[in-house]
């Protein structure tokens, strides 16, 4: 049975504040007080219910608490400097998303360098976006769609949840590499985007799968292609962009890292525990709830996860000139 974002949430927030009983049977010297995790998004967004999946269950197996402290603003970027700024002793750590890949060349004045001041502790899950058309666009399919806009240069509106998010340049990287040129329309957050979508002002968007599922079903909206590596459960029949466009992928991500100076023995101890949940069933089933999908690994393999990101988006950045408003 599925659990509601809510549900998900108040059980989450109630026992990750609480200390639990340790599950280990050998002596710890870390952690010896609560752990903060900061979350770049507000409460009840994916990457706060994650995070909070995560803290429920490292409180478990720590026996004490590990409590999701929210720094939403900035495009991620306050949160983010809070975390990579905290003292490198394990009790402050950040839940890292895609959105700070784009970041670190989307932003001029950062006042911390994301790759250099992070240590990668473990990645957890992964999403993917959806290249979805209003029905009134003739293409059926990528190919298609790609022979469409070449023969209408700037005539078909892109929409995207706002310069620089991860829907904008999910969405530049597929105009980089089909050549086309679309007209891109920022909105300020998805759900505007998504209206003028289904009414037909714009029409081609990139957005997050489980957001455009329900649309996509009952037909208000044609589903292209998906922007992961592979196919997706929730649309098994729907091509990637990547079948048509070799070495396209543009998925969200969400992962575990700290202040760079942070001990090596604390970083193997969090991603040992991190990556025994990611196996639990429970744990599986709940991502999957929300559409992601578990992403595991040592942190070595997530360090050059994030570094490819940055040198990715920072091309597609470039490419399309991209500013924040």
Do not use: C
């Amino acid at each position: 049975m599925k659990l509601p974002r809510r549900e998900f949430l108040r059980l989450a927030t109630v026992a990750a504040a609480s200390p639990a009983m340790p599950l280990l049977a050998w002596a710890q010297t870390y952690p010896v007080r609560p752990v903060r995790l900061i979350v770049t998004t507000p409460a009840g967004s994916s990457p706060d219910i994650i995070a909070r999946l995560i803290a429920l269950r490292l409180s478990e197996r720590f026996g004490q608490p590990f409590i999701v402290d929210n720094r939403p603003g900035a495009g991620s970027t306050i949160g983010t400097e809070a975390a990579l700024r905290a003292a490198p002793d394990g009790y402050t750590l950040l839940m890292a998303i895609s959105a700070n890949a784009i970041g670190a060349s989307l932003y001029e004045s950062l006042k911390f360098n994301f790759v250099r001041d992070m240590r990668p502790v473990a990645s957890v899950a992964r999403s993917s976006l959806v290249m979805v058309a209003n029905p009134s666009v003739p293409a059926k399919t990528v190919p298609e769609f790609i022979s469409y806009a070449k023969a209408n240069p700037s005539k078909i509106n892109m929409a995207s949840g706002g310069n620089g998010s991860p829907t904008h340049v999910a969405g530049e990287l597929f105009k980089m590499m089909a050549e086309v040129n679309l007209l891109h329309v920022p909105y300020r957050g998805s759900t505007p985007a998504l209206t003028d979508l289904l009414g037909g002002q714009v029409q081609v968007l990139f957005n997050t799968l489980p957001e455009m599922i329900g649309y996509i079903n009952d037909g208000k909206l044609r589903a292209l292609a998906v922007t992961a590596a592979e196919r997706q459960a929730l649309l098994p029949d729907v091509p990637t962009v990547g079948e048509f466009l070799p070495g396209y992928e543009a998925s969200g991500w969400y992962g575990v890292v700290a202040p760079s100076a942070t001990p090596p023995d604390i970083i193997d101890q969090l991603n040992k525990e991190i990556n025994t949940a990611l196996v639990d069933p429970r744990i599986k089933g709940q991502l999957a709830d929300l559409g992601v999908t578990v992403f595991s690994g040592s942190a070595s393999e997530f360090g050059q996860f994030i570094v490819a990101e940055v040198e990715k988006w920072a091309k597609v950045v470039k490419f399309a000139g991209i500013k924040v408003d």
